[in-house]
């Protein structure tokens, strides 16, 4: 079991940066499928980007492409969301969460079953 704990949200202007990680609390995400989803206001919660933490490719929701960059750094067992080019409809709660997805429900919420608190995102001038 394992307990993600997300950190590094925060308010940036639109065509800023932030850096989102994602650890687990009291263990590591060896042998585990890392996601992160985000929730605006009023909308439910969508897929960004996941990854597995054993290697691979990494998926991306469409929205985000080209722009969110998922990673890991071993060095402090966390799972990185960087995230540039930001918009204002990047505003959300940002959530970090683990499973074992097959590749094909890389994206799927119900494919993780350990999630975080999320940490809030705003983008706005």
């Known amino acids: 079991q394992v307990q993600p704990v997300e950190s590094g949200g925060g308010f940036v202007q639109p065509g800023g940066s932030l850096r989102l990680s994602c650890t687990a609390s009291?263990?590591?995400?060896?042998?585990?499928?890392v996601a992160w989803f985000r929730q605006a206001p009023g909308k439910d919660r969508e897929f960004v980007a996941s990854t597995r933490w054993s290697g691979g490719n990494a998926y991306y929701a469409d929205s985000v492409k080209g722009r969110f960059f998922i990673s890991k750094d071993r060095a402090i067992s966390a799972v990185i969301l960087q995230m540039n080019s930001l918009e204002p409809e990047d505003t959300a709660v940002y959530y970090c969460a683990a499973g074992r997805p097959i590749a094909s429900t890389m994206h799927a919420e119900s494919a993780y079953y350990y999630w975080g608190q999320g940490t809030q995102v705003t983008v706005s001038s």
């Open positions: 009291g263990s590591t995400f060896g042998g585990y499928g």
